[in-house]
Protein backbone atom coordinates (compact mmCIF):
# COMPACT_ATOMS: atom_id res chain seq x y z
CA UNK A 1 0.00 0.00 0.00
CA UNK A 2 1.49 3.83 -1.17
CA UNK A 3 1.24 5.50 1.57
CA UNK A 4 2.64 9.35 1.30
CA UNK A 5 3.47 11.43 4.68
CA UNK A 6 3.09 15.23 4.32
CA UNK A 7 3.63 17.72 7.22
CA UNK A 8 4.28 17.85 10.84
CA UNK A 9 2.08 18.21 13.80
CA UNK A 10 -0.50 16.29 14.99
CA UNK A 11 -1.14 13.12 13.02
CA UNK A 12 -4.15 12.97 10.55
CA UNK A 13 -5.14 9.64 8.41
CA UNK A 14 -7.24 10.55 5.36
CA UNK A 15 -8.90 7.56 3.84
CA UNK A 16 -10.72 8.44 0.32
CA UNK A 17 -13.51 6.93 -1.40
CA UNK A 18 -14.39 4.78 -4.09
CA UNK A 19 -12.81 5.46 -6.87
CA UNK A 20 -10.26 7.14 -5.98
CA UNK A 21 -7.25 7.68 -4.22
CA UNK A 22 -5.38 9.70 -2.40
CA UNK A 23 -4.48 12.78 -4.22
CA UNK A 24 -8.34 13.38 -3.78
CA UNK A 25 -7.40 15.01 -0.49
CA UNK A 26 -5.28 17.81 -1.84
CA UNK A 27 -7.50 20.51 -1.37
CA UNK A 28 -8.09 19.62 2.70
CA UNK A 29 -4.21 18.62 2.87
CA UNK A 30 -3.22 22.23 1.80
CA UNK A 31 -5.31 23.59 4.66
CA UNK A 32 -4.13 21.34 7.28
CA UNK A 33 -0.11 20.68 6.09
CA UNK A 34 1.19 23.36 8.00
CA UNK A 35 0.30 22.08 11.99
CA UNK A 36 -0.65 18.34 10.81
CA UNK A 37 0.98 15.41 10.00
CA UNK A 38 -0.50 13.50 6.81
CA UNK A 39 -0.86 10.12 6.34
CA UNK A 40 -2.48 9.71 2.96
CA UNK A 41 -2.63 6.67 1.52
CA UNK A 42 -3.80 5.23 -2.01
CA UNK A 43 -6.06 2.19 -1.17
CA UNK A 44 -4.99 -1.55 -2.49
CA UNK A 45 -6.39 -1.47 -5.69
CA UNK A 46 -6.26 2.09 -6.76
CA UNK A 47 -3.40 4.38 -8.29
CA UNK A 48 0.17 4.14 -6.80
CA UNK A 49 -1.21 0.75 -4.40
CA UNK A 50 -0.63 -2.58 -5.91
CA UNK A 51 -2.78 -5.52 -5.15
CA UNK A 52 -6.71 -6.10 -4.71
CA UNK A 53 -9.23 -4.41 -3.09
CA UNK A 54 -9.48 -5.68 1.00
CA UNK A 55 -12.22 -6.34 3.47
CA UNK A 56 -12.93 -3.21 5.70
CA UNK A 57 -11.17 -4.90 8.60
CA UNK A 58 -8.28 -6.64 6.64
CA UNK A 59 -7.63 -3.04 5.19
CA UNK A 60 -7.86 -1.76 8.44
CA UNK A 61 -5.35 -3.71 9.79
CA UNK A 62 -2.67 -2.88 7.21
CA UNK A 63 -2.98 0.52 8.12
CA UNK A 64 -2.78 -0.23 11.82
CA UNK A 65 0.49 -2.39 11.03
CA UNK A 66 1.78 0.93 9.03
CA UNK A 67 0.88 3.21 11.69
CA UNK A 68 2.49 1.14 14.05
CA UNK A 69 5.79 0.68 12.03
CA UNK A 70 6.01 4.57 12.15
CA UNK A 71 6.04 4.97 16.07
CA UNK A 72 2.45 7.34 15.85
CA UNK A 73 -0.33 7.26 17.86
CA UNK A 74 -3.49 9.62 19.02
CA UNK A 75 -4.41 9.93 15.45
CA UNK A 76 -7.21 11.74 14.16
CA UNK A 77 -8.83 9.33 11.25
CA UNK A 78 -10.90 11.10 8.25
CA UNK A 79 -12.67 8.19 6.35
CA UNK A 80 -14.33 9.37 2.95
CA UNK A 81 -17.36 7.69 1.14
CA UNK A 82 -16.57 4.33 1.24
CA UNK A 83 -12.89 4.97 3.28
CA UNK A 84 -15.35 5.62 6.61
CA UNK A 85 -15.83 1.64 6.48
CA UNK A 86 -11.88 1.32 7.07
CA UNK A 87 -11.91 4.65 9.38
CA UNK A 88 -15.03 2.85 11.59
CA UNK A 89 -12.85 -0.57 11.77
CA UNK A 90 -9.77 1.19 12.30
CA UNK A 91 -10.98 2.96 15.04
CA UNK A 92 -11.99 -0.06 16.85
CA UNK A 93 -9.11 -2.37 16.43
CA UNK A 94 -7.26 0.50 17.49
CA UNK A 95 -8.53 2.20 19.74
CA UNK A 96 -5.14 3.23 21.68
CA UNK A 97 -4.16 4.80 18.84
CA UNK A 98 -7.18 6.78 17.49
CA UNK A 99 -7.66 10.41 18.93
CA UNK A 100 -11.02 11.20 16.82
CA UNK A 101 -13.28 9.86 13.91
CA UNK A 102 -14.48 12.15 11.31
CA UNK A 103 -16.90 10.61 8.91
CA UNK A 104 -17.12 12.38 5.74
CA UNK A 105 -20.48 11.70 3.67
CA UNK A 106 -19.88 8.32 5.22
CA UNK A 107 -20.84 4.69 4.02
CA UNK A 108 -22.20 2.82 7.36
CA UNK A 109 -25.23 0.79 7.25
CA UNK A 110 -27.88 -0.89 4.74
CA UNK A 111 -29.58 2.28 4.51
CA UNK A 112 -26.70 3.84 2.58
CA UNK A 113 -27.73 0.74 -0.19
CA UNK A 114 -29.59 1.79 -3.11
CA UNK A 115 -30.71 -0.67 -5.77
CA UNK A 116 -28.01 0.61 -8.10
CA UNK A 117 -25.22 -0.64 -5.68
CA UNK A 118 -26.56 -3.98 -6.28
CA UNK A 119 -26.54 -3.67 -10.25
CA UNK A 120 -23.13 -2.34 -9.67
CA UNK A 121 -22.02 -5.60 -8.38
CA UNK A 122 -23.30 -7.64 -10.58
CA UNK A 123 -20.81 -9.74 -12.71
CA UNK A 124 -21.33 -8.52 -16.22
CA UNK A 125 -23.65 -5.21 -16.23
CA UNK A 126 -21.72 -3.95 -12.82
CA UNK A 127 -18.43 -3.52 -15.31
CA UNK A 128 -20.40 -2.05 -18.38
CA UNK A 129 -21.76 0.53 -16.07
CA UNK A 130 -18.59 1.19 -14.48
CA UNK A 131 -17.05 1.55 -16.81
CA UNK A 132 -19.32 4.21 -18.69
CA UNK A 133 -19.48 6.22 -15.76
CA UNK A 134 -15.68 6.53 -15.40
CA UNK A 135 -15.27 7.35 -18.82
CA UNK A 136 -18.15 10.46 -18.17
CA UNK A 137 -15.86 11.73 -15.67
CA UNK A 138 -12.47 10.33 -16.35
CA UNK A 139 -12.98 11.05 -20.52
CA UNK A 140 -15.91 13.42 -21.41
CA UNK A 141 -16.79 15.79 -18.21
CA UNK A 142 -12.68 16.81 -18.78
CA UNK A 143 -13.07 17.67 -22.25
CA UNK A 144 -16.70 19.53 -21.95
CA UNK A 145 -15.44 21.39 -19.09
CA UNK A 146 -12.23 22.75 -21.41
CA UNK A 147 -14.61 23.61 -23.83
CA UNK A 148 -17.24 25.61 -22.02
CA UNK A 149 -14.42 27.28 -20.10
CA UNK A 150 -12.66 28.39 -23.84
CA UNK A 151 -16.20 29.38 -24.76
CA UNK A 152 -18.24 32.89 -24.77
CA UNK A 153 -21.26 31.47 -24.76
CA UNK A 154 -23.04 31.78 -21.36
CA UNK A 155 -25.57 28.92 -22.35
CA UNK A 156 -22.48 26.64 -22.31
CA UNK A 157 -21.07 28.00 -18.98
CA UNK A 158 -24.33 27.44 -17.14
CA UNK A 159 -24.54 23.82 -18.68
CA UNK A 160 -21.41 23.41 -16.86
CA UNK A 161 -21.77 24.85 -14.70
CA UNK A 162 -25.35 23.05 -13.70
CA UNK A 163 -23.45 19.19 -14.60
CA UNK A 164 -21.20 20.50 -11.85
CA UNK A 165 -18.11 19.60 -14.44
CA UNK A 166 -15.71 22.05 -12.97
CA UNK A 167 -16.07 19.69 -9.44
CA UNK A 168 -15.73 16.49 -11.08
CA UNK A 169 -13.43 17.31 -13.22
CA UNK A 170 -11.08 19.38 -11.02
CA UNK A 171 -11.07 16.68 -8.31
CA UNK A 172 -9.66 13.78 -10.17
CA UNK A 173 -13.08 11.21 -8.75
CA UNK A 174 -11.11 8.23 -10.78
CA UNK A 175 -7.42 7.91 -10.74
CA UNK A 176 -6.21 6.22 -14.19
CA UNK A 177 -5.30 3.83 -15.51
CA UNK A 178 -9.03 3.36 -15.68
CA UNK A 179 -9.27 -0.11 -15.64
CA UNK A 180 -6.95 -0.87 -12.87
CA UNK A 181 -9.57 1.86 -11.12
CA UNK A 182 -12.98 0.12 -12.95
CA UNK A 183 -11.76 -3.40 -11.38
CA UNK A 184 -11.57 -2.14 -7.95
CA UNK A 185 -14.87 -0.31 -7.78
CA UNK A 186 -16.51 -3.60 -8.75
CA UNK A 187 -14.28 -5.73 -6.45
CA UNK A 188 -15.38 -3.26 -3.84
CA UNK A 189 -19.23 -2.90 -4.25
CA UNK A 190 -19.29 -6.54 -3.87
CA UNK A 191 -17.30 -5.98 -0.33
CA UNK A 192 -19.40 -4.01 0.21
CA UNK A 193 -23.11 -5.91 -0.33
CA UNK A 194 -21.13 -8.67 1.66
CA UNK A 195 -20.25 -6.95 4.83
CA UNK A 196 -22.26 -4.34 5.59
CA UNK A 197 -23.76 -6.12 8.25
CA UNK A 198 -20.24 -6.42 10.21
CA UNK A 199 -19.76 -2.61 9.38
CA UNK A 200 -23.37 -2.08 11.25
CA UNK A 201 -21.74 -4.57 13.94
CA UNK A 202 -18.45 -2.00 14.33
CA UNK A 203 -20.75 0.85 14.11
CA UNK A 204 -21.54 0.04 18.06
CA UNK A 205 -18.41 -0.83 18.96
CA UNK A 206 -16.86 2.09 18.53
CA UNK A 207 -15.28 4.01 21.94
CA UNK A 208 -13.99 7.60 20.82
CA UNK A 209 -15.34 10.82 19.89
CA UNK A 210 -17.23 10.97 16.33
CA UNK A 211 -17.64 13.83 14.04
CA UNK A 212 -20.16 12.86 11.27
CA UNK A 213 -19.94 15.91 7.74
CA UNK A 214 -22.78 15.48 5.47
CA UNK A 215 -24.21 17.90 2.65
CA UNK A 216 -27.78 18.11 2.86
CA UNK A 217 -28.30 17.81 -1.01
CA UNK A 218 -25.88 14.14 -1.20
CA UNK A 219 -27.45 12.18 -3.54
CA UNK A 220 -25.13 9.15 -2.85
CA UNK A 221 -25.62 8.71 0.81
CA UNK A 222 -28.94 10.24 2.00
CA UNK A 223 -29.84 12.17 5.17
CA UNK A 224 -31.68 8.81 6.52
CA UNK A 225 -28.82 6.70 6.16
CA UNK A 226 -26.61 9.62 8.00
CA UNK A 227 -29.21 9.48 10.30
CA UNK A 228 -29.12 5.88 10.68
CA UNK A 229 -25.26 6.03 11.67
CA UNK A 230 -25.63 8.98 14.17
CA UNK A 231 -28.12 6.65 16.10
CA UNK A 232 -25.83 3.23 16.41
CA UNK A 233 -22.80 5.68 17.39
CA UNK A 234 -22.29 6.53 21.46
CA UNK A 235 -20.50 9.98 21.20
CA UNK A 236 -21.09 11.46 17.85
CA UNK A 237 -21.90 15.11 15.97
CA UNK A 238 -23.22 15.88 13.39
CA UNK A 239 -22.36 18.58 10.85
CA UNK A 240 -24.89 19.32 7.86
CA UNK A 241 -23.43 21.43 5.35
CA UNK A 242 -26.66 22.79 3.54
CA UNK A 243 -25.63 23.36 -0.17
CA UNK A 244 -22.90 20.18 -0.02
CA UNK A 245 -23.51 17.05 -2.43
CA UNK A 246 -21.22 13.66 -1.94
CA UNK A 247 -18.13 16.18 -3.04
CA UNK A 248 -17.27 17.32 -0.09
CA UNK A 249 -13.77 17.20 0.15
CA UNK A 250 -13.76 19.14 -3.04
CA UNK A 251 -16.41 21.72 -2.38
CA UNK A 252 -16.22 22.48 1.52
CA UNK A 253 -11.87 21.75 2.31
CA UNK A 254 -12.27 24.82 4.41
CA UNK A 255 -15.12 23.24 6.91
CA UNK A 256 -13.19 19.78 6.95
CA UNK A 257 -10.11 20.99 7.71
CA UNK A 258 -11.73 23.27 10.76
CA UNK A 259 -13.43 19.87 12.01
CA UNK A 260 -10.19 17.92 12.05
CA UNK A 261 -8.14 21.27 13.75
CA UNK A 262 -10.86 21.14 15.95
CA UNK A 263 -9.82 17.60 17.31
CA UNK A 264 -5.87 18.47 17.05
Known sequence: MY???RGNGQ????????????????KVVSKLVTNHLLLVPDRCGYNK???YPKGFEEAANE???RVEQLGLSDLIVLGYSFGAGSAIFFSTLAQRLTKALILVSPIGTRKCLTPLDYVLAKPFIGPVVTFDGMISLDIVMPKLKQFASNSNSDFL??????LKIDVVADSTISPKP??????????EQRILL????????????VNVPVHIVSGQKDD????????DIESRLKATSLTWIKDGTHLLIHEYPETIAEIVSSYS
Do not use: C, R, W
Open 3 to 5: LEL
Open 11 to 26: PVLLLHGQPGYGKNFE
Open 49 to 51: SFG
Open 63 to 65: LID
Open 157 to 162: KAAAHA
Open 178 to 187: ILKSLKSFVD
Open 194 to 205: KQIGLLEEALTK
Open 220 to 227: IISPESVL
